[in-house]
């Protein structure tokens, strides 16, 4: 049964957990908040550094971040969740942070079934067997194969954006001149001075798209500088280039991935149950929420955040928005 706000009743009691978790949270200056010690596991061809927040026995929730930011997109909204009750488990991807490849042969590959592979390699090495999925920007892409591919992996699904699988065969098709203008970076990053661009200026580069995607959002310069630690990686911008020149074809991907991408390019519905999420001052390139409400199949609901200056970001913008998102898909899941 789909529904697009007709969950009144139960957002209102879900609402109660989530302002009673915030009136609980000291506040600090942004960038003073952070995860405490990260934690380290083995799962697939990475050695994975993540956050853990909430009790171990409660719901597990997997929150994925995108490109160029880091886990700190998560930072409020994961002591929300944990104070109401929430196992929160918030990875850094490949290329990002303390995440690391275990072998040097590996190939630095940013293609999108690689991303999901690599959570449910995460899920597997936890030892979770079902986690609400959440996540924006690249996380909301993985969060959606996660979704589609193994539902019996997820619980449920919160994305930001709505349905984000791809594959090479759309990209190849032209967009119109406005829509190709949001996607510069893609274009650069396919050239030989992209690559190099964005390995001299990483910091700059990832400072203008976040302000480009969020026009709205006065992050100051410590909570930046605290998630472009997160670039530091080696692998940063190998993955970085790799992952936009794979989706222009332009960069071939792996074998071993050729029938999760298969499965992709048919474009699967998603069962599980769902919301999404949209703000209105959101200056990335992102679909419109009509065009991918059909591709929901199970329980649905779409919720925009409008009058707020919300960016692209938006569970780092807007925390308990999407923590309010992640309570209520459980509750929709559970009943």
Same mark, same amino acid.
């Given at each position: 049964?789909?529904?697009?706000?007709?969950?009144?009743?139960?957002?209102?009691?879900?609402?109660?957990?989530?302002?009673?978790?915030?009136?609980?949270?000291?506040?600090?200056?942004?960038?003073?908040?952070?995860?405490?010690?990260?934690?380290?596991?083995?799962?697939?061809?990475?050695?994975?550094?993540?956050?853990?927040?909430?009790?171990?026995?409660?719901?597990?929730?997997?929150?994925?971040?995108?490109?160029?930011?880091?886990?700190?997109?998560? +930072? #409020?909204?994961?002591? /929300? *969740?944990? !104070?109401?009750?929430?196992?929160?488990? @918030?990875?850094?991807?490949?290329?990002? %942070? =303390?995440?690391?490849?275990?072998?040097?042969?590996?190939?630095?590959?940013?293609?999108?079934?690689?991303?999901? +592979? #690599?959570?449910?390699? /995460? *899920?597997? !090495?936890?030892?979770?067997?079902?986690? @609400?999925?959440?996540?924006?920007?690249? %996380? =909301?892409?993985?969060?959606?194969?996660?979704?589609?591919?193994?539902?019996?992996?997820?619980?449920?699904?919160?994305?930001?954006?709505?349905? /984000?699988?791809?594959?090479?065969?759309?990209?190849?098709?032209?967009?119109?001149?406005?829509?190709?203008?949001?996607?510069?970076?893609?274009?650069?990053?396919?050239?030989?001075?992209?690559?190099?661009?964005?390995?001299?200026?990483?910091?700059?580069?990832?400072?203008?798209?976040?302000?480009?995607?969020?026009?709205?959002?006065?992050?100051?310069?410590?909570?930046?500088?605290?998630?472009?630690?997160?670039?530091?990686?080696?692998?940063?911008?190998?993955?970085?280039?790799?992952?936009?020149?794979?989706?222009?074809?332009?960069?071939?991907?792996?074998?071993?991935?050729?029938?999760?991408?298969?499965?992709?390019?048919?474009?699967?519905?998603?069962?599980?149950?769902?919301?999404?999420?949209?703000?209105?001052?959101?200056?990335?390139?992102?679909?419109?929420?009509?065009?991918?409400?059909?591709?929901?199949?199970?329980?649905?609901?779409?919720?925009?955040?409008?009058?707020?200056?919300?960016?692209?970001?938006?569970?780092?913008?807007?925390?308990?928005?999407?923590?309010?998102?992640?309570?209520?898909?459980?509750?929709?899941?559970?009943?």
């Amino acid at each position: 049964m789909k529904t697009t706000v007709n969950a009144d009743r139960r957002r209102v009691l879900g609402a109660g957990l989530v302002a009673l978790a915030a009136a609980a949270i000291p506040r600090a200056r942004a960038a003073e908040r952070s995860f405490g010690p990260l934690k380290q596991v083995n799962a697939g061809p990475l050695s994975v550094g993540y956050a853990e927040a909430g009790p171990a026995g409660g719901t597990p929730v997997l929150l994925l971040h995108g490109w160029p930011y880091d886990i700190h997109t998560y +930072v #409020d909204v994961a002591p /929300l *969740l944990a !104070a109401a009750g929430y196992r929160v488990i @918030v990875p850094y991807l490949r290329g990002y %942070g =303390a995440t690391r490849f275990l072998s040097s042969e590996t190939p630095r590959n940013g293609q999108q079934a690689a991303l999901g +592979v #690599d959570a449910i390699a /995460l *899920l597997d !090495a936890l030892k979770i067997e079902s986690a @609400v999925v959440g996540g924006c920007d690249w %996380g =909301a892409r993985t969060a959606c194969i996660v979704a589609a591919l193994w539902p019996e992996r997820c619980k449920a699904l919160v994305s930001v954006s709505g349905y /984000l699988i791809g594959s090479q065969e759309l990209n190849r098709m032209p967009l119109p001149p406005k829509a190709e203008l949001e996607w510069w970076y893609q274009y650069y990053f396919a050239t030989e001075r992209g690559r190099a661009g964005y390995e001299k200026y990483t910091r700059d580069f990832a400072r203008l798209i976040w302000q480009i995607a969020s026009p709205r959002w006065s992050f100051d310069d410590a909570t930046f500088d605290r998630s472009a630690a997160a670039f530091a990686n080696p692998d940063h911008v190998a993955i970085s280039i790799h992952n936009y020149r794979w989706r222009l074809g332009l960069a071939e991907g792996e074998a071993k991935y050729d029938p999760v991408e298969k499965r992709l390019a048919q474009f699967p519905n998603i069962s599980v149950p769902t919301i999404t999420l949209e703000a209105d001052a959101n200056g990335a390139p992102h679909p419109q929420p009509s065009a991918y409400a059909k591709k929901f199949s199970g329980r649905y609901e779409h919720r925009d955040i409008n009058g707020r200056g919300i960016g692209h970001n938006l569970p780092q913008e807007a925390p308990q928005a999407f923590a309010q998102a992640v309570i209520d898909v459980d509750r929709h899941a559970s009943s």
